[in-house]
C-alpha cells in the first residue's frame, strides 16, 4: 500500500515539474499560413527537444480550431492539424502547454483560379543558378553553413552565382524573347562539398523546405526576382524534389516515424563522424542494408512488373547522400502538399517542374496533383518522366486512358524527342528510319497524348550532354531550334545554347552546367550584350532571338493543327495552321543539297504563291520547287 502511495506521488510530482518546465521550441514548418484556401486544415510539423509530450495545445483564436494533435515516433517532433474555415487574418497565439508562440494567418493576394501557369504559349528558359550570374554584394563564405568553397576552376564545386545575379540580368532574356524562366532548385542544400565529384550546388539535395539556400539569397529575393520578373512579362517555375532529400535535412539525423523514409534500416547503424560525403555512408554502415534504386522506371506501369523490381524503383534512393521520402506516410504527404501550396502562395512562381516524378509513390503524387488542380485550376505542373518512350510519357499525363489511376499531371516531359534528335543530328536522313525520319516517328505517337499541347519538349537540359556537344555544327542547332519551336509541344530552352554553349558528361556533369560568360566578376568576356558577344555567338543569338519573338503571341503556333509529311528526299516537312495561316517547317535533313517538290505539299499549300521565312526575312515562291542547301532550315509563314 505504501508503495502504491509512493508511486502515485512520484507520478504525480514528475507531471507537475513537467507541467511548470517550459517547452521549447525551435521552429514550426510551415512558417505562416494562409485563409481562404478551399482546404481549410493545415498541418503544422512542430521542432524541439521533448516537444512530443507537450501536455495538450491550444488556441483562443476567432475561427480557428485544433482538429487533432498527432505524436510521432520520434520525441522532438508534434504535428498539430488545425481548421481554419472561419478564420481571417491576423497574429494568433498558440499555447503548447505553458509555452506561448506567435503564429501568422496571412491574406491570399489572389483567388487560386486568377494564377496562371505556363502552357504552349510559352518558351521556358533553365537556368542555374551557381552558374549563371552573381549579384552585386554577394559573400563567398558563409557562416552557419557546412564546408563548403566556391571555386571556379572546379567544375562539381559551388561558383558563386545567385539570385540576385539573375535579377539584375532580367532584361537579357526579355531581349532574348523567352517568356518564362525555369530554376533548378534553389532551397537550402546544406551538404558538406568536396572536388571529387559530390557537390549540391545543383540544388537537388534539400535540407530545409520552407528556406532559400542563403547562397543563392533570401526568401525575400526570391521573392523580389519574381516580382521584377512578372514586370518584365516573364514567368517563373520552380523546381521541386518529393522523392528524395538532402542527407543533412533534420528527418534524416532524427527520423519523425520509424516509416518516414524508404529502407531506412542501414540508418540505424551509420556513424554519423567520418561519413564520405560522396557515398552517404559513414564508417560504420552496413552497405549490404542499404537499397538503390535501379534507375529503371518501367515496373512503375509494366504489367508484368516483379515486386522486388517495383520496389527497387520506387523505394531505393537516388544515391546513399540523398535518403528517399516515405510519400505513403500520410503526414510527410500532407507536409510536402502544403510545401508547393506555401511557395505559390508566398513567392507567386507560376509553375513547379516535379523532379524525378516516377520514382515516387504514384498515388500519393497523383493526390498531390489533385489537389493543386482543385485549387489552382489554371496553374501548370510538369512532371520529369525520363523513358524515350511515348507510351510511357502519355501513361503519365492527366486523364490517360492508358493509366490504371489518373496522375491529374498536366504537362510531361517529352524525352522521346530529345532522345531522335539527338541520335538525328548524327545521321543522313533517308527513306526509312534514319535522320529526322526518327522525329516523324515520334510524333506519330501523340494520339496517345490526352494533351499533346501540354507536353515539353527540349534538346538539352542540365542532366544531358550540351546539343552541340564539343563541336560547333550550328546548321543542325538550327534545325533543331526551328523544330522544337514550331510543333505542338511546350518548348524548353537551357541557358547559353543561343551563344553556342557546348560540353559533354565524360568526365563530369560539371562541363555541361559551365558558368555563362560574364556573369562573374572578372569575365573579361560577356555575353550579356551585343558588344560582348563574338561574331558567332551574335549570329547565334540574334537568329534565335528573332524566332523566339516572332513565336510570342502567334496563336498558329499555340493553337494552330498540326500536319506532319513523311521525310521525302530528305526533306522533313510540318505545317501548322490556324484560322486561314500557315507556318510551315521546311528542314533538309542531309548533308547535300536537295530539292523540295512543292506539288507533294499541295494540301498545306493551296493556291498560295509566296510565302516569307521568318529566320532570314527573305520571301519564296511556292508556284516553283524550292531548293534547299545543305541542312538548311526554312520557317515559311503565309
Not at 507520478?11 to 521552429?27: E, Q, S, W, Y
Not at 501568422?104 to 487560386?112: F, N, P, T, Y
Not at 524525352?415 to 516517328?441: C, I, M, P, V
Request: charged fraction near 25%; charge should be negative; hydrophobic fraction near 35%.
Amino acid at each position: 500500500m505504501k508503495r502504491t502511495f509512493l508511486f502515485i506521488a512520484l507520478m504525480a510530482f514528475n507531471m507537475t515539474a513537467m507541467a511548470a518546465k517550459k517547452t521549447v521550441i525551435d521552429r514550426i514548418e510551415p512558417t505562416d499560413w494562409y485563409v481562404g484556401l478551399k482546404n481549410p486544415q493545415v498541418q503544422l510539423m512542430v521542432y524541439g527537444q521533448g516537444i512530443r509530450d507537450v501536455a495538450e495545445v491550444t488556441t483562443d483564436y476567432p475561427g480557428v480550431s485544433i482538429d487533432s494533435i498527432v505524436r510521432l515516433d520520434s520525441p522532438n517532433y508534434l504535428l498539430v492539424y488545425m481548421n481554419l474555415r472561419n478564420a481571417q487574418p491576423g497574429t494568433m497565439t498558440l499555447k503548447f502547454g505553458k509555452t506561448k508562440v506567435n503564429y501568422q494567418l496571412k491574406q491570399r493576394e489572389m483567388a487560386g483560379d486568377q494564377r496562371k501557369g505556363f502552357d504552349i504559349s510559352d518558351v521556358l528558359y533553365l537556368v542555374m543558378p551557381d552558374r549563371f550570374a552573381q549579384g552585386q554584394g554577394h559573400n563567398p563564405q558563409l557562416k552557419g553553413m557546412r564546408n563548403y568553397v566556391e571555386d571556379r576552376t572546379k567544375p562539381s564545386l559551388r561558383h558563386g552565382g545567385d539570385l540576385n545575379g539573375i535579377r539584375e540580368h532580367l532584361d537579357y532574356f526579355t531581349e532574348l524573347g523567352v517568356t518564362a524562366l525555369w530554376f533548378t532548385p534553389v532551397l537550402e542544400n546544406d551538404s558538406p562539398d568536396s572536388d571529387n565529384g559530390f557537390s549540391t550546388y545543383h540544388g537537388y539535395a534539400t535540407t530545409n523546405y520552407y528556406r532559400v539556400d542563403p547562397r543563392f539569397g533570401t526568401n525575400d529575393d526570391y521573392r523580389r526576382l519574381v516580382d521584377e520578373a512578372h514586370a518584365k512579362g516573364l514567368k517563373v517555375v520552380m523546381d521541386m524534389i518529393f522523392n528524395h532529400c538532402g542527407f543533412e535535412h533534420p528527418w534524416t539525423q532524427d527520423m519523425p516515424s520509424k516509416d518516414w523514409l524508404n529502407t531506412p534500416e542501414w540508418l540505424s547503424e551509420k556513424k554519423d563522424s567520418g561519413r564520405d560525403p560522396m557515398t552517404g555512408f559513414g564508417e560504420g554502415s552496413e552497405k549490404s542494408r542499404y537499397l538503390q534504386t535501379s534507375y529503371k522506371l518501367t515496373p512503375v506501369v509494366d504489367p508484368y512488373a516483379a515486386k522486388v523490381d517495383l520496389k527497387e524503383t520506387t523505394e531505393g534512393w537516388f544515391v546513399p547522400s540523398m535518403p528517399d521520402l516515405n510519400q505513403h506516410n500520410p503526414h510527410l504527404m500532407r507536409y510536402l502538399i502544403q510545401n508547393s501550396i506555401w511557395w505559390i502562395e508566398t513567392v507567386g512562381i507560376d509553375g513547379i517542374r516535379m523532379d524525378t516524378y516516377p520514382y515516387a509513390f504514384a498515388d500519393a503524387m497523383a493526390q498531390w496533383m489533385k489537389e493543386l488542380d482543385d485549387e489552382y485550376p489554371n496553374f501548370n505542373t510538369v512532371g520529369e518522366t525520363w523513358v524515350t518512350e511515348p507510351a510511357y510519357t502519355a501513361t503519365w499525363q492527366k486523364d490517360s486512358k492508358l493509366a490504371e489511376r489518373n496522375s491529374y499531371l498536366k504537362t510531361v516531359m517529352d524525352f522521346s524527342f530529345f532522345d531522335k534528335l539527338n541520335q538525328a543530328k548524327h545521321e543522313e536522313t533517308d527513306g526509312w528510319w534514319n535522320g529526322l525520319n526518327r522525329l516523324y516517328n515520334s510524333f506519330v505517337y501523340d494520339y496517345l497524348y490526352p494533351n499533346p499541347s501540354s507536353v515539353l519538349a527540349f534538346i538539352e537540359n542540365h542532366d544531358t550532354d550540351r546539343f552541340l556537344g564539343n563541336g560547333h555544327d550550328t546548321l543542325m542547332l538550327k534545325q533543331a531550334l526551328a523544330l522544337l519551336l514550331t510543333v505542338r509541344r511546350i518548348p524548353q530552352l537551357y541557358y547559353g545554347t543561343e551563344i553556342l554553349m557546348g560540353g559533354t558528361k565524360e568526365v563530369t556533369d560539371g562541363n555541361v552546367r559551365k558558368d555563362f560568360p560574364g556573369g562573374f566578376p572578372g569575365d573579361g568576356h560577356s555575353c550579356f550584350t551585343r558588344e560582348g558577344r563574338t561574331k558567332a555567338e551574335q549570329q547565334m543569338f540574334g537568329w534565335l532571338s528573332r524566332l523566339l519573338h516572332w513565336r510570342q503571341g502567334n496563336e498558329v503556333i499555340s493553337k494552330g493543327r498540326q500536319t506532319q509529311f513523311i521525310p521525302f528526299n530528305g526533306i522533313y516537312v510540318i505545317a501548322r495552321q490556324y484560322q486561314g495561316r500557315t507556318v510551315l517547317t521546311v528542314l533538309n535533313g542531309t548533308s547535300k543539297p536537295a530539292t523540295m517538290d512543292v506539288a507533294r505539299y499541295a494540301e498545306v499549300i493551296g493556291s498560295t504563291q509566296r510565302a516569307k521565312d521568318v529566320l532570314t526575312g527573305r520571301y519564296y515562291q511556292l508556284g516553283e520547287n524550292l531548293q534547299l542547301k545543305p541542312r538548311q532550315s526554312l520557317v515559311l509563314e503565309y
